[in-house]
């Protein structure tokens, strides 16, 4: 679990939890992005991925990690946050780190889970 994460969207599905996390994972896999856990019993999957939180000229914060956590709602559906985790410690991009936009990511996964 993270405790410092930041919120980067929000996806509903017209599908119940268990085949949510099926069909993100699938998803996930199609945009080559790396599963680092998947755990269906906390509905929750972790993807290695390297993106930039901020960039203050001399400073900037890079996050490592991108989050979702499924939940299912009272009419069976279900809904994925995503998160970004910040990595502090980061100070610059390891060599042949491959940059991503979170926002896109999710935009692309939104549409993924509409069909």
């Known amino acids: 679990m993270a405790f410092l994460r930041e919120h980067v969207g929000t996806i509903s599905s017209n599908s119940d939890r268990d085949t949510t996390f ?3 994972l699938e998803a996930l896999q199609s945009l080559s992005l790396e599963v680092d856990k998947a755990d269906l019993k906390k509905a929750r999957i972790t993807v290695r991925c390297l993106t930039q939180a901020a960039n203050l000229i001399f400073w900037r914060c890079w996050n490592d990690r991108l989050l979702f956590d499924i939940r299912a709602t009272s009419n069976g559906n279900a809904v994925v946050n995503a998160y970004v985790v910040p990595n502090l410690f980061m100070v610059s991009v390891p060599k ?4 991503h936009d979170a926002g896109r990511i999710v935009m692309a996964l939104t549409e993924a889970l509409r069909h």
Do not use: D, R, V
Not at 96 to 99: A, I, R, T
């Open 22 to 24: 099926a069909k993100l």
């Open 96 to 99: 042949g780190g491959n940059m």
